[in-house]
């Protein structure tokens, strides 16, 4: 079935480092995949998407790479600030309009 | 622009009780709008898919008569937890989906937090 698979579950880095995100997904037919950021208690964000015809994009300090090969995309934040602690959530679009969302990467940037 | 609300932010009902919740797309119209529930440390589960006029698609042990999903307008769709016990405590998200060039994008309310004693 539709599965996306995420990892790390938690992730620890030195603010001012770099913070990788790596999601995989199952159904070849996914064509959207968005990146969400969730502060404890509130609603999640979207912070960066990416679609299938395309192979990266960026945002100031936040990106995204896709290898629809691989069926895997990844998220990168360099630069990370204390703001950016958080839990990141990936989601793919299997064909339709509904999300499968990953599991979730729980971010804390140490000053 | 892309604003959804979620009334009411949490919500406290005795076990037997019936709750409803409404999310509303605030700046544009949502033809689909989405209902999660995410429980604590976890991620968001897809309950079920709304369509305005037309019956919800629910997801695979979502029971449709426990939770009544309504979508009467383009920017308003409902949830109605029935019968509510301590098990269906939980965090509840709707999402309104973009249309034209924003087709895909999900745009999510704040979300209710439903208590059943």
């Known amino acids: 079935g539709e599965n996306v698979e995420q990892h790390p579950s938690t992730l620890s880095v030195q603010e001012g480092d770099s913070a990788v995100i790596k999601c995989t997904y199952s159904?070849?037919?996914?064509?959207?995949f968005p990146w969400y950021k969730q502060e404890l208690g509130k609603r999640p964000q979207l912070i960066i998407d990416?679609?299938?015809?395309?192979g990266e994009k960026k945002d100031q300090r936040i990106a995204v790479t896709l290898n629809k090969t691989a069926k895997h995309f990844s998220l990168h934040i360099t630069e990370t600030q204390p703001e950016d602690s958080a839990v990141y959530f990936c989601?793919?679009?299997?064909?339709?309009?509904?999300?499968?969302f990953g599991t979730g990467t729980r971010l804390k940037v140490l000053a | 622009g892309a604003v959804v609300s979620q009334h009411p932010s949490w919500v406290i009902c005795k076990s037997g009780t019936s709750v409803k919740i409404e999310c509303r797309s605030l700046?544009?119209?949502?033809?689909?709008m989405f209902w999660y529930r995410q429980f604590p440390k976890q991620s968001l589960m897809l309950m079920a898919t709304s369509n305005e006029g037309s019956k919800a698609t629910y997801e695979q042990g979502v029971e449709k008569d426990k939770f009544l999903i309504n979508h009467a307008s383009l920017t308003l769709s409902t949830l109605t937890v029935t019968s509510a016990h301590p098990e269906d405590s939980s965090f509840y998200i709707c999402s309104a989906m973009g249309s034209g060039g924003r087709a895909y994008e999900q745009y999510f309310g704040p979300g209710t937090r439903l208590t059943v004693t």
């Open positions: 989601a793919a679009t299997p064909g339709t309009y509904k999300y499968i």
């Open positions: 990416i679609r299938s015809n395309v």
């Open positions: 159904d070849s037919a996914s064509n959207y």
């Open positions: 700046d544009f119209q949502a033809t689909t």
